[in-house]
């Protein structure tokens, strides 16, 4: 059950995320800490969210943690061809000052606020305009804001492709 509390609360948040799964969203945030904690992940980032969605979909949760050893890498789960192709395929749309913008947001955990807009030298307006082409022309057309899916593709895509940096995670899930 955690497993899909904290999948459905990491694409949609924790408010629907509650409603889907019919439990308080303040159990749905216990489930997250607790997850974050397990895997010593800051789940308030981007990076470490998208991680962890991947990880999801790369293998079940386990029932308990796992045991000591050798965890797989994010930089060993990503170094392959296959992804760098796929990472290329999907932002091969973007423009430089598209893909500028939605690194920058990325990097932001999300947020258009206007510590993003001076770091850009855009309108926060401009910059949610270049989210909203950006998520057009993502090979995958998958939304960047109202579901989250999109955002941890793009973040995981930026990283593969060298511009985004991200910590290499252990991937506990995928052991």
Not at 30 to 38: M, P
Not at 56 to 85: K, M, Q, W, Y
Not at 109 to 125: C, I, K, M, P, W
Not at 129 to 139: F, I, N, V
């Amino acid at each position: 059950m955690t497993a899909g509390i904290v999948a459905d609360a990491l694409l949609f948040g924790t408010g629907e995320a509650a409603r889907m799964t019919g439990v308080h969203r303040n159990t749905v945030a216990s489930h997250l800490k607790e997850v974050g904690r397990w895997m010593e992940l800051d789940l308030g980032r981007y990076p470490a969210r998208a991680a962890l969605v991947l990880a999801l979909n790369l293998a079940p949760f386990p029932a308990d943690p796992p045991p000591p050893g050798p965890a797989i890498t994010l930089r060993e789960v990503l170094d392959d061809a296959s992804c760098h192709d796929w990472a290329a395929e999907l932002t091969a749309g973007l423009k430089p000052e598209l893909k500028r913008t939605l690194t920058a947001w990325v990097a932001a955990d999300g947020r258009v606020d206007e510590a993003l807009s001076a770091q850009l030298g855009l309108h926060t307006n401009t910059i949610r305009k270049h989210l909203g082409r950006s998520e057009q022309l993502l090979s995958s057309q998958k939304p960047l804001i109202r579901h989250k899916d999109g955002a941890y593709e793009a973040t995981l895509a930026l990283h593969i492709l060298g511009d985004l940096r991200m910590a290499d995670f252990a991937a506990a899930a995928v052991r």
